[in-house]
């Protein structure tokens, strides 16, 4: 066995991309949900939103406002992410978040924690790849009314 499928594996087993292509399907459930108006971390080829920031916009630099997707990089930057959507529905936003159900992480007891949790049931098949993830997610929404406080 070799070729496309052995270098797939490699891929999901290693770190080599840390960007995840939301599922389409999900991200429609959710969608009909919440109506989303800015992907706050997109490329253009799998942006969810008609109004979205690249990583040549940065979305950590921008003000995040309405109701948010957020499927950001899953590598070591996802907490200063999580900050940002926490922050922002501080600020009014309602922020919507794919994430790795990874609850033994600092980001995820300082933020996600603070959110309401909804784990995923099974393993998502992210797009363009032909396996589920070798990982658990968790949908994270921040909400401006609901929201917890820092104590």
Not at 102 to 112: E, G, L, N, Y
Not at 133 to 140: K, L, N, Q, T
Request: aromatic share 14%.
């Amino acid at each position: 066995m070799g070729g496309v499928m052995a270098m797939d594996r490699a891929v999901w087993a290693s770190s080599a991309t840390d960007e995840w292509a939301t599922p389409q399907d999900f991200y429609d459930r959710l969608n009909a949900e919440f109506q989303f108006s800015l992907d706050v971390c997109a490329l253009p080829e799998s942006a969810k939103c008609a109004n979205y920031y690249t990583p040549e916009i940065d979305g950590l630099a921008q003000d995040w406002r309405g109701t948010c997707w957020m499927n950001p990089p899953y590598g070591r930057t996802i907490g200063h992410w999580m900050r940002k959507a926490y922050e922002s529905s501080l600020s009014g936003a309602t922020v919507v978040c794919l994430v790795p159900a990874r609850t033994d992480t600092a980001w995820w007891h300082d933020f996600a924690m603070r959110g309401e949790i909804r784990y995923v049931r099974g393993r998502l098949k992210f797009g363009g790849h032909q396996n589920s993830a070798p990982f658990p997610c968790a949908v994270v929404v921040f909400r401006p009314a609901t929201v917890a406080r820092a104590a």
